[in-house]
T-cell receptor
Framework: EAQVTQNPRYLITVTGKKLTVTCSQNMNHEYMSWYRQDPGLGLRQIYYSMNVEVTDKGDVPEGYKVSRKEKRNFPLILESPSPNQTSLYFC?????????????FGPGTRLTVL | RKEVEQDPGPFNVPEGATVAFNCTYSNSASQSFFWYRQDCRKEPKLLMSVYSSGNEDGRFTAQLNRASQYISLLIRDSKLSDSATYLCVVSATNKLIFGTGTLLAVQP
């Protein structure tokens, strides 16, 4: 089944404790992206990657890191999480980077930072 | 001004009603347009793409007005299962821009 998977789905952690949210897609998509969703603010892009070893900042990259060593994986790293990073996170992938491409989302990771 | 704006709702409608959502976008160079549906605490999923000529999929009709820079979604004969948040999505170079969504609640 074609899909985007994320782990963990739920995470409660404490301020400053490094964490990684994994993301994997089995559709051979070039484009992958991370979003956070907060009430009243909608989906905001954190980072995106147009291909292996190519990553770029989205609209809200502060406090996050990503890597794209393989085409299928795009982990999101929070080196020192803070309470303002409590949010619902979605990984997404798409077959191309612009115009007309449908984007597929993972199931989401609900993160709480205490 | 937000790049993509939607009325957040909620739209409370009875079953069988027709409901319309509008969305405006600010970038005249936007290339592609979509409506996504998001159920509570779930991931957004593509409902339909929006074409300049307008397109229909069953009870759903999407329209694009490039001159006025707005997109619409019409749902006819609303079902309880249509209750969700509807996201307007606009494609610009290398990124998708999401509206904050319009909440639809269909009442029995």
């Amino acid at each position: 089944e074609a899909q985007v998977t994320q782990n963990p789905r739920y995470l409660i952690t404490v301020t400053g404790k490094k964490l990684t949210v994994t993301c994997s897609q089995n559709m051979n998509h070039e484009y992958m992206s991370w979003y956070r969703q907060d009430p009243g603010l909608g989906l905001r892009q954190i980072y995106y990657s147009m291909n292996v070893e190519v990553t770029d900042k989205g609209d809200v990259p502060e406090g996050y890191k990503v890597s794209r060593k393989e085409k299928r994986n795009f982990p999101l790293i929070l080196e020192s999480p803070s309470p303002n990073q409590t949010s619902l996170y979605f990984c997404a992938s798409s077959p191309k980077t612009s115009g007309g491409a449908v984007i597929f989302f993972g199931p989401g990771t609900r993160l709480t930072v205490l | 001004r937000k790049e993509v704006e939607q009325d957040p709702g909620p739209f409370n409608v009875p079953e069988g009603a027709t409901v319309a959502f509008n969305c405006t976008y600010s970038n005249s160079a936007s290339q592609s347009f979509f409506w996504y549906r998001q159920d509570c605490r779930k991931e957004p999923k593509l409902l339909m793409s929006v074409y300049s000529s307008g397109n229909e999929d069953g009870r759903f009709t999407a329209q694009l007005n490039r001159a006025s820079q707005y997109i619409s979604l019409l749902i006819r004969d609303s079902k309880l299962s249509d209750s969700a948040t509807y996201l307007c999505v606009v494609s610009a170079t290398n990124k998708l821009i999401f509206g904050t969504g319009t909440l639809l609640a269909v009442q029995p």
